[in-house]
């Protein structure tokens, strides 16, 4: 009845428009036949009622076909779900990791993407998990969703694109301060372009420009999901931005009491390893997940020369 | 009895002159009327707060990008909005109110079973407003977590989360101890005759609810106090990282909170029955499936929780039974609403209003039940979970519902209650008020959630601005009339007792007596001689 973006959409919409077309049937009808009483059987039209007290055959009839009918409806919204759970085996797996407000998919050759790139009409199984609180990857143009819960690394979704494009994905389940902000971009391209661009190094640029202090830093912000939080540009969004901040005084929080410290590598690293450490005042507690054993040492040393760089603009 | 009344009436429950005065002679008073009252205007406070705050999340969402709050704000917003309504106005709902008011006259009793113990419900229901206040008010900042307290994020978020949630811990012991004095009520306080199918449909909506609330509270308030130990000693019931399951957090929850949708709805089912009854002028059609169908709901209403969690990554098997469980509860409200319908036929029905605000209560119903469908299938849910269509579908049942039917109730028996009137005309015109902008403000929603707007959204993709918009301008409509109505029932007029005795000609027991009613209800307990909705003798 439907084709839609995905594998999917055909059997959801075809439940969603039966069920509707049911639905609305019902509640026509029930309020044309309510109207028309009111017409006919008011105190106006009828000025003595009738004592009716009930019929045992309406009640059987009005039992039984809206139960046939609700058994249908499950039946439409199970058999157009059961699909959903059956993941074909030459599925390509890519890995989900969702944390407070970023999404990150990991390839089988090992690349890592804040967008989702796929091919079209090639299956594509999400294997998900959560780094911090309970998310849910929503992608509404191909009717799938399923929760990223921490824990719980079972959780999967699978489709096959049929339109190339650009989709929108959403985090549907609420997860604090900047959820509504957690989405971003699927796109779906053709196989040779698809190819190519999976064939690609990480970092598909010219070398002077990969060269340049600070940029291994400024990808890997973007990957971890550390850009949700930490601005370039000076904003304050959940923690302190990253622009300046090297090299200056600021007061911190350290098992409650106030000290000031200068941001420097060390502070910079406890920061990104033990985040409750010390809080810069200000910012809320509690905010930020450790990265131990998400990110190298070498890793953080290039995040930590990326925010000198931002700094020594400044001056 | 209705016409030599004026005769030799006793003081009503409104002058009656105890031993307190003042405010004491309230919140002192067992008289299950007065408890009734102070639920009422207690109730109707939250209420009102409650949609200054949802007015407020409505004009941020007027368009894309910061309007007049930021995230943390808004977060906390619906939040607090969904705690009120929830817990402070919607599940007390009729049956603290009206139910309170209304089942000792109905079945021919002076008062409730336990008096005190109905009044200690009251406080326990204000300790715990008094409560959540303190905790928005206080410590870091108002709850963001959503009414739901969703683990971890309630384990983790620095926000008040604790306070709110003992709070809601306490109010759950009012509903459980109302719900537990209205069962032996009814057991035990029965007039002389009335055997069970002798009560009024409402009786037996709020039979069904309370055995909800007896049964199902207890697991919330076990699983709030769990929260509160994971945060405070650090236990780990529901954090992940320490051991713990977050999916059995919304397990424990949705155990109760979907019968909770029931105990806010069939309260509102019964009232609407006795409306249709009264102003059909006839008796009710198909009395046995009603009162049955109260009680299939509130029984099969138990065993529906999982489809809260179809996305949850719960095992098949548990999808495919909640499915399955979730159509079977869809019958008896189909059920109610087919003799509704019924008990029109051939009727001689009176357009006064509460039928009017009856009828508006169908309509929307019908559309938040039918929408429920959607939800309860397993491959359309998964669209639609977590968007604005669910959003729309909850405030069709919890606020068309159940909220029309407590404005719809309040309009049949405020004559009772006060021995006023209100002007006619106006309330009929705040009802279509309400109705349009009702329907202005949520119908959007629904269109919204199906093109994949995810719910809690404090910010939103330019596509869903116009309906967004549209919505926003809904809610100024729908607020206005609600205004209006209540200034409406506030300005009512004193009638005399012969036309504020039995106004609408009904045919259960509360218009047998004065308006308002006396202290004790009855001078003396009648002895029931006829079936439920028959023809008073004259």
Known sequence: ?315 | MTGNSSTHRLPSYLEYQGKYTGIRAWILSTDHKRIALLYLYSQIFFFLAGLVMGLFMKLELIAPGQQIMGPQAYNALFTVHGLTMIFLFIIPGLAASFGNFMIPIMIGAKDVAFPKLNLFSWYLFIAGAVIILVGIFSGDGPPDTGWTFYAPYSLKTNTNVVLSVFGAFVLGFSSILTGLNFIVTIHRMRAPGMGFFRMPLFIWSLYGTAWIQLLATPVVGITFLMVVADRMLDIGFFDPAKGGDPVLYQHLFWIYSHPAVYIMILPAMGAITEIIVTFSRRTVFGYKAIAMSSLAIAFVGYLVWGHHMFTSGMSETARLVFSFLTFLVAIPSAIKVFNWTATMYKGSISLEPPFWWAMAFIFIFMIGGLTGLILGSVSTDVHVHDTMFVVAHFHYIVFGGAGIAFFAALHYWYPKMFGKMYNKKIANWGLIGLFVGFNTTYLPMFFLGFMGMPRRYYDYLPQFADLNLLSTVGSWIMASSLILVIVNLLRAKKGTPEEMDDPWGGRTLEWTIESPPSLENFEEIPVIDREPYELKSK
């Open chain 1, 1 to 315: 009845m439907f084709s839609g973006y995905s594998n999917f959409s055909g059997g959801v919409d075809t439940a969603f428009a039966i069920i509707v077309g049911i639905s609305l049937f019902f509640l026509i009808g029930i309020t044309a036949v309510i109207i028309t009483f009111i017409i006919k059987y008011n105190k106006k039209n009828n000025p003595v009622a009738s004592e009716i007290e009930g019929s045992n055959k309406l009640e059987i009839i009005w039992t039984v076909i809206p139960l046939i009918l609700v058994l249908f409806m499950f039946w439409l919204g199970w058999s157009s779900y059961i699909p959903m759970r059956k993941v074909p085996a030459d599925a390509m797996k890519i890995k989900v990791t969702a944390q407070m407000w970023s999404w990150r998919f990991e390839y089988p050759n090992g690349k890592v993407e804040d967008t989702l790139y796929v091919p079209v009409n090639k299956a594509v199984v999400l294997n998900m998990v959560s780094l911090d609180v309970i998310h849910s990857l929503y992608i509404p143009a191909f009717r799938i969703k399923e929760d990223v819960v921490p824990g719980k690394a079972e959780n999967y979704m699978w489709f096959k694109s049929l339109v190339p494009g650009s989709y929108d994905l959403f985090c549907a389940e609420y997860c604090g301060l900047r959820h509504s902000y957690m989405g971003t971009i699927v796109e779906v391209v053709d196989q040779g372009s698809f190819d190519k661009w999976y064939a690609s190094a990480p970092v598909k640029v010219d070398s002077s420009v990969a060269a340049k202090p600070g940029f291994e830093g400024k990808l890997l912000s973007e990957q971890k999901g550390c850009i949700a939080c930490h601005s370039a540009d000076g904003t304050k969004i959940v923690g302190p931005s990253y622009k300046g901040i090297f090299g200056h005084k600021v007061t911190v929080e350290t098992n409650g009491k106030e000290r000031e410290i200068v941001v420097d590598e060390e502070y910079i690293k406890r920061s990104i390893l033990e985040p409750e450490a010390d809080i810069v005042k200000g910012f809320p507690k509690g905010a930020m997940i450790s990265y131990k054993g998400q990110l190298t040492d070498e890793e953080i040393d290039k995040i930590i020369e990326y925010i000198k760089t931002l700094s020594e603009e400044k001056k």
